[in-house]
């Protein structure tokens, strides 16, 4: 996978436009940027949420305000829209941070395909009693291998999205019962195609603030990471990742904002949810 600044050509060309009171950098290459929501109630007691829709928590929402600030200091670097899910915590990710930028007036763009991975007859459960009862190598399958799904939540399973009322207008035929990270890639990847792409190919810089699997499975195309890597990349809460791109959309360079350290602690921290 991509380290940060490692598969960079260059610092991105930028062209400058003047504004009465202050000189703007515009990007003349298109730019993504990847944020993962802050903790959520759930992530703080290190429970499966999947698409269980829960809010953040105190600290979630000071990331989601943090990730702002960072956005708002980079140099050059303009949103123009905004995709989220479907899912609270990303979806007041999104506020919160626009809100830091002053930028509450841009487009927000919500779809079901940026949802976090189902985590089936998981959510809900505690991450380390889970591993105390299947193992440690079971839980870190289905919580991080490509192609391993957990056990599906029953029809009747409230955690089951047909008994959501967001998803009453899909086809039950796509709302899934359980997702490996294959199946998420696999629904994640028309929006991307359809939505996302264009309007980078259009000049837009483009914020997209879903969930740790979602990003995954966006970052694993973006990155060209194999099936068998992708296993070791974990995405820390409020820290955006900025990708320059070319006009083909292929990767130049990739970095997260702030303090790179605190970055890897944090993504750390992730991974040793099931230990916890």
């Not at 504004?19 to 515009?26: C, G, L, Q, Y």
């Not at 929402?61 to 980079?74: C, N, Y």
């Not at 047909?162 to 990847?189: G, H, I, K, M, Q």
């Not at 360079?253 to 916890?276: F, H, I, N, T, W």
Request: negative net charge.
């Amino acid at each position: 996978m991509l380290e940060d600044l490692g598969c960079s050509t260059g610092p991105p060309s930028v062209a400058y436009l003047r504004e009465p009171d202050r000189e703007v950098a515009w990007p003349s290459v298109p730019t993504l940027v990847l944020l993962r929501h802050g903790q959520s109630t759930w992530n703080a007691e290190n429970r499966f949420t999947g698409w269980t829709d829960v809010d953040l928590s105190a600290l979630g929402e000071e990331e989601a305000r943090e990730a702002g600030r960072l956005l708002a200091a980079e140099r050059g670097l303009e949103i123009d829209t905004v995709h989220t899910s479907v899912l609270t915590r990303a979806v007041r990710t999104a506020n919160l941070a626009l809100d830091e930028m002053g930028r509450s007036y841009l487009p927000v763009h919500r779809s079901w395909r940026l949802n976090e991975r189902h985590y089936g007859a998981l959510q809900g459960l505690n991450k380390r009693e889970t591993a105390v009862l299947h193992g440690q190598e079971q839980v870190k399958l289905w919580r991080r291998s490509y192609d391993t799904p957990p056990p599906p939540a029953a029809p009747e399973d409230e955690n089951h999205p047909v008994n959501d009322a967001r998803y009453r207008r899909l086809p039950r035929s796509v709302l899934p019962a359980t997702e490996c990270l294959a199946d998420v890639v696999r629904r994640l990847l028309p929006y991307w195609e359809d939505a996302i792409a264009p309007q980078l190919i259009d000049g837009q810089t483009v914020l997209v603030v879903a969930h740790g699997n979602s990003l995954r499975a966006l970052m694993k195309q973006l990155e060209a990471i194999s099936d068998a890597d992708i296993v070791g990349l974990d995405v820390p809460t409020g820290f955006p990742r900025v990708y320059d791109l070319d006009d083909l959309l292929v990767v130049r360079s990739a970095r997260y904002l702030g303090d790179p350290d605190a970055a890897k602690a944090a993504a750390r921290a992730v991974a040793r949810q099931a230990e916890r």
